[in-house]
């Protein structure tokens, strides 16, 4: 397979895309390198990057019949070729800025094509996808057309995998959260705070504020620090009663912009779940 790429191509392979660079991969295409990544291998450590290899599995096929399928789809290989005019004009007339503005050209199209690259997200029954941005290719230029004449081609090979960043980080908190003993092992859903959007005058009406809502303080405020919680222990005109677990104090209405109101929420703890611990604001 890598042989067709390298055959007849007068510029050597280059590596492309945000996510190249984080396996390592920064200079001219290696024939290994490029083959580790057909079989889904980290071309370093040989780990493997996504769940699928390049194998065949059995599925039922549109006419309810089983058939043998691949199991993953190895790479997308986009060819970017202008008329063949230009490749007259390159070759024959040997006008080098036309080479050099094809490969502008290429480059500014697959970085283009990154920006939308994503991730599927299956948990808990549901299907989506989320942004990630970042790929691994490599590009090949040829000079020919498989019948040797003038033909100025390149293959961009974006490979079937990306990093997904919010998975990283879901498996990260996880783990603090164990050390924490704030969910065992087998937990899957975690309680979290999600921030109700109110204004200074609705955090002084009890309709709005309840004793079920947490209270969060995003600046330091009569002693209590940023980041503390509690409960609103009564609601009124000027004002509310905050109290945690040994404290509770009156905080103004003037100072009101320092309490975020927050309610809880399960939250799934799944592989694949984005979540994050974010600093409170206003």
Known sequence: MGDYYTEGESVAGRWFGNRASLLGLTTIVKQDEFLSLCDNLHPATGQLLTQRRKTVRRDIGDDGSEQEVANRRVFYDFTISPPKSVSIMAFIGEDDRILDAHTRAVDLAMTEMERFAGTRVRVGGQCGDRSTGNLVGAIFRHDTSRALDPHLHSH???????????????????????????????????????????????????????????????????????????R???????????????????????????????????????????????????
Not at 180 to 202: C, H, M, W
Not at 246 to 272: N, Q, W
Request: charged share 30%.
């Open 156 to 230: 961009c090979i974006f490979f079937n995998a990306t990093f997904d960043p919010d998975h990283v980080l879901n498996e990260t908190i996880r783990e603090a959260l164990k050390a924490e003993r704030l969910i065992k092992g087998n937990e899957r859903t975690v309680v979290a705070l999600e921030q109700v959007d109110l204004t200074s005058a609705q955090k002084r009406d009890a309709r709005y504020v309840t004793p079920e809502n947490v209270l969060v303080l995003n600046r330091d405020v009569f002693g209590f620090k940023k980041g503390q919680s509690g």
């Open 232 to 282: 609103a222990l009564a609601v009124l005109p000027d004002g509310i009663i905050f109290g945690t677990d040994t404290k509770v104090k009156r905080i103004s209405a003037k100072y009101l912009d320092h309490v975020t109101v927050c309610r809880e929420k399960e939250m799934s703890l799944a592989t694949g779940d984005r979540l994050g611990r974010r600093s409170n604001s206003p």
